[in-house]
């Protein structure tokens, strides 16, 4: 029989003075906890039985009693930052940036420097969109502001910041300037940069980067309308501040209808039909047509978030750095190993991959010489060379096809509507793939950015689990399919804008003599969504948590 007390009253070793130091200056040569546990480890394993060895807990504690040693190489912020730009981060060879704006600010003590370690600069040089951030008050001087350049990584899908600045100075001055040092010193070539509305941020790429298209962040270009409108829709005294309330929300609700149209034509038709709508409100009118409707970026809209840095407030900007190069460069390697080791669910990228594959698997050979094209217009891939645009049908209407094209013996774009999307290798590629076995440029873009092994060993492990789950979206006739995608897309955008007309909804409930005939269609038809839905759910049970049970 085993007895458990919870209160033994032990009392631990206390850790040697050697082995105290030896964590310390591991940390402060910039070692991890997991390291530096590791070394020290190593390094006191013949020191003798007697000597207790240190846990993770205890150097991480350690490192937590040290802090301002990882970070304040001096009393003086100035000083310290130096020596973080000039010898911490420049051992490890990361891209360093710095200038003194003294001479543009009539002798003002103002400043910018940016850093980028190597696997910033190697995931940039692939990139071709990248979203800019400010953000402001990061220190108890309220002009510092950070910019952060962030890209989706081609491993893990998700948002990777690849360059900071930080600069005291709020003109496109330092922008423009930190912009030009990253296309000398990284190959930084963007084709798209996102952005939220900043005139500055405007001239600083057209001046650095005048061949990249410019995008608005939407959730930006609506609360910008939405603060312009609040203060110039005025009505006359003859109506009631409520109902100039639900003028306004009314109006709001029509520009977040306009900011999700995809459709180019539709998109313009609406913006010209809301301003038949405020022509008699002419000092709000005057700003949407000089601000915007005169902007071709309104055009380039984006709905892409790009934040990074939002909780980093008031601190020294050397710990900022201390943050950015350790802690947030930590988490991002974490998250690009575990998936390279696959530890865990394989990558949002790798997984869609996967799945484009095993669908252009399950076309019969026999079916691909009438579902491809050669450049000749002909059938068959006996040919010297596979450049040029072939032509593949799609999966389910016969009378639509698709150009895939391949340049320098590589696959490199596809026309349907899921690699304009997602810019990654669709089921059409794979299908051309297997046909004339050309390769991806995505993937050897990956691999030449050395962020990507042979992930066959996971594409097996998981071979089984891809395959039910794309079968039963085949037999379901679920989102496998492109046309699909895009009308789960305009459900969840009806969706949304139900969600912001809750205002109208109980403004109607106050109309007196109201006529309910529509109410009664409204309801009719939310109820029959709803239950479209409950059936979705109860047959793909696979997908969809339990939220009783919060699996």
Request: a negative charge; charged letters at 25%; proline letters at 3%.
């Amino acid at each position: 029989m085993l007895l458990h007390f919870a209160k033994q009253g032990h009392i631990t070793l206390p850790l040697p003075s050697e082995a105290i130091k030896i964590i310390e200056d591991q940390l402060k040569s910039g070692s991890s906890c997991r390291s530096t546990r590791i070394s020290v480890l190593r390094q006191i394993d013949s020191w003798g039985v007697g000597i207790r060895k240190p846990n993770y807990e205890e150097i991480y504690n350690r490192m937590r009693k040290m802090t301002t040693l990882l970070y304040m190489f001096a009393s003086d912020e100035n000083a310290s930052i130096s020596i973080w730009l000039n010898v911490k981060l420049a051992e490890q060879n990361y891209c360093i940036f710095e200038i003194y704006l003294s001479v543009y600010n009539d002798g003002k003590k103002q400043f910018a420097f940016g850093f980028q370690s190597p696997m910033q600069v190697s995931i940039m040089r692939i990139s071709q969109s990248f979203c800019l951030n400010a953000t402001h008050s990061i220190s108890s001087r309220s002009d510092e502001v950070l910019y952060t350049l962030v890209t989706g990584h081609p491993q893990t899908g998700k948002g990777f910041p690849v360059a900071y600045m930080v600069t005291n100075n709020q003109t496109a001055i330092p922008i423009k300037l930190w912009l030009d040092h990253l296309r000398i010193k990284s190959s930084f070539v963007p084709m798209n940069i996102t952005i939220d509305c900043s005139i500055m941020e405007i001239n600083a790429i057209k001046e650095a980067l005048s061949h990249a298209t410019i995008h608005y962040c939407d959730f930006h270009v609506l609360r910008a309308w939405q603060h312009n409108l609040d203060s110039k829709i005025k009505l006359n005294a003859s109506y009631t501040s409520e109902q100039l309330g639900n003028y306004k929300t009314a109006l709001k609700n029509y520009l977040r209808h306009i900011l999700i149209e995809s459709n180019e034509d539709v998109f313009l038709r609406a913006i010209e039909d809301f301003k038949l709508m405020v022509q008699d409100q002419p000092q709000f009118l005057k700003y949407f047509e000089k601000k915007w409707t005169e902007n071709e970026e309104l055009l380039q809209k984006d709905g892409g978030a790009h934040t990074l840095a939002n909780n980093i407030r008031d601190i020294r900007l050397d710990r900022l750095i201390f943050i950015l190069t350790n802690d947030v460069e930590f988490y991002f390697e974490q998250e690009v190993e575990r998936i390279h080791f696959n530890n865990g669910k394989m990558g949002p990228i790798d997984n869609e991959l996967v799945r484009n594959s095993f669908v252009a698997s399950k076309i019969q050979n026999d079916m691909l010489p009438s579902m491809i094209l050669n450049p000749l217009g002909e059938t068959g891939n006996s040919m010297d060379d596979y450049n040029g645009e072939w032509q593949i049908r799609s999966f389910v209407t016969e009378d639509k096809w698709y150009t895939v094209n391949i340049s320098n013996d590589l696959i490199q774009s596809c026309t349907c509507p899921n690699f304009l999307t997602r810019q990654i290798p669709c089921k059409h590629s794979h299908l051309l793939k297997r046909y004339c076995g050309a390769k991806f440029s995505f993937i050897e873009q990956r691999e030449i950015a050395g962020v990507v092994s042979n992930r066959q060993d996971a594409v097996n492990a998981n071979e089984n689990e891809v395959e039910e789950e794309v079968e039963e979206e085949l037999e379901s006739g679920g989102t496998v399919e492109d046309r699909g995608v895009y009308v789960f897309d305009e459900i969840a955008a009806y969706s949304a804008m139900m969600h912001y007309g809750f205002e109208d909804l109980q403004t109607l409930k106050t109309i007196p003599g109201l006529d309910q005939t529509k109410a009664d269609l409204i309801k009719r038809a939310l109820a029959d969504a709803v239950r479209l839905m409950d059936e979705y759910r109860s047959e793909n049970p696979s997908y969809f948590r339990n939220l009783n049970t919060q699996r």
